[in-house]
């Protein structure tokens, strides 16, 4: 299995996924766009990888899956991460705080609520492994957000908390 299939099990958790493919929100977030830290804990249960898999791989291969499992906070306890990241109007029109081209592509989501200050988005991902969850972001101020995302697997969990603060309206160029 390719690292990128690994990190797509629990990318709607770990990239704060965000509303690809819905029509425009009625009521975007009130966060303002530009430049944002956005600080994430973590935390997963079980096998994010099926045992059978991880048997059938050459041992470098599966040291290397291992590896990044453990670095990613697989049976470990709370993994914590800090990302900078781009959000536009777009983005938000979407329903989304983060970038288009960062969305998993295996996935639909369907806003349930969205008002300026909450919004709640549940999601299926029909990748490898399949996984279903949801997403709920909560607008402190138009600088701050917080909120919390869990994901289900067929193998596991991940449930992650999650804080955005504006750094402002510039992005920076090159890799968020």
Not at 139 to 155: L, M, R, W, Y
Request: net charge neutral.
């Amino acid at each position: 299995m390719s690292k990128s299939t690994m990190f797509g099990m629990a990318a709607a958790a770990c990239l704060l996924t965000g509303a690809a493919g819905l029509a425009l929100a009625a009521e975007p977030l009130n966060i303002k766009p530009g430049q944002w830290e956005m600080s994430t804990t973590t935390q997963m249960s079980g096998a994010m990888m099926p045992p059978d898999i991880l048997a059938r791989m050459p041992p470098e291969q599966r040291a290397r899956i291992e590896a990044t499992l453990k670095q990613h906070g697989v049976g470990a306890g709370a993994h914590p991460n800090t990302t900078k990241t781009c959000v536009t109007k777009e983005d938000l029109l979407r329903g989304s705080v983060h970038a288009e081209k960062e969305q998993d592509k295996s996935c639909e989501y369907r806003v349930v609520t969205q008002t300026a200050t909450h919004m709640e988005t549940h999601f299926h991902c029909a990748g490898n492994p399949a996984r279903d969850g949801e997403m709920k972001m909560e607008a402190v101020s138009p600088e701050e957000f917080k909120g919390a995302i869990q994901v289900t697997t067929p193998n596991g969990k991940v449930n992650v908390t999650l804080n955005g603060h504006w750094l402002g309206a510039a992005c920076s160029k090159g890799k968020d």
